[in-house]
């Protein structure tokens, strides 16, 4: 299956309704709104892509890159890899994750981190398929 995989650069009503579709295949959050979408796509930490079903098919899938500079150098992380059950196991993660990829290294990064739960047994699969390896490193979180 061929999926086209492009950056969103600007908000539209497609956008918004893509996102609010696809984002409770992996969680609960209520979507953003247009005005939440707006800082994603227009800040220079963030690249927001989009995978199309075919060259210009609906929007089926999405992932976010946050790329941000330290001391220590570019980081950069995958964030909300999120494929419509339709296209499921047709390498839309995949497509979605390799330009991700791609992108971080254009833009300096040297690696690239990523988290998944351990549940999310095919995206785990797809991840290690494509030479991420898990680390070994306490994750912490501090609820606000």
């Given at each position: 299956?061929?999926?086209l995989?492009?950056?969103?650069v600007?908000?539209?009503?497609?956008?918004?309704?893509?996102?609010?579709?696809?984002?409770?295949?992996?969680?609960s959050s209520?979507?953003?709104?247009?005005?939440?979408?707006?800082?994603?796509v227009s800040?220079?930490a963030?690249?927001?892509l989009?995978?199309?079903?075919?060259?210009?098919?609906?929007?089926?899938?999405?992932?976010?890159?946050?790329?941000?500079?330290?001391?220590t150098?570019?980081?950069?992380?995958?964030?909300?890899?999120?494929a419509?059950?339709?296209v499921?196991?047709?390498g839309?993660g995949?497509?979605?994750t390799?330009?991700?990829l791609k992108?971080?290294s254009?833009?300096?990064?040297?690696?690239?981190?990523?988290?998944?739960r351990p549940?999310?047994?095919?995206a785990n699969?797809?991840?290690?398929?494509?030479?991420?390896?898990?680390r070994?490193?306490?994750?912490?979180?501090?609820?606000?």
């Amino acid at each position: 299956m061929v999926f086209l995989i492009e950056e969103a650069v600007s908000v539209t009503d497609e956008l918004v309704g893509a996102i609010g579709h696809l984002l409770p295949f992996l969680s609960s959050s209520a979507p953003p709104s247009a005005e939440e979408l707006e800082e994603i796509v227009s800040s220079s930490a963030t690249v927001l892509l989009v995978a199309r079903d075919g060259t210009a098919g609906p929007i089926v899938g999405t992932l976010t890159l946050a790329l941000f500079r330290i001391p220590t150098g570019v980081r950069a992380w995958i964030e909300d890899v999120i494929a419509d059950e339709a296209v499921r196991g047709r390498g839309c993660g995949e497509a979605l994750t390799r330009e991700a990829l791609k992108v971080a290294s254009e833009r300096g990064a040297r690696t690239v981190e990523l988290t998944s739960r351990p549940s999310r047994e095919a995206a785990n699969r797809l991840y290690r398929k494509i030479g991420f390896s898990v680390r070994e490193t306490n994750v912490y979180r501090f609820e606000l």
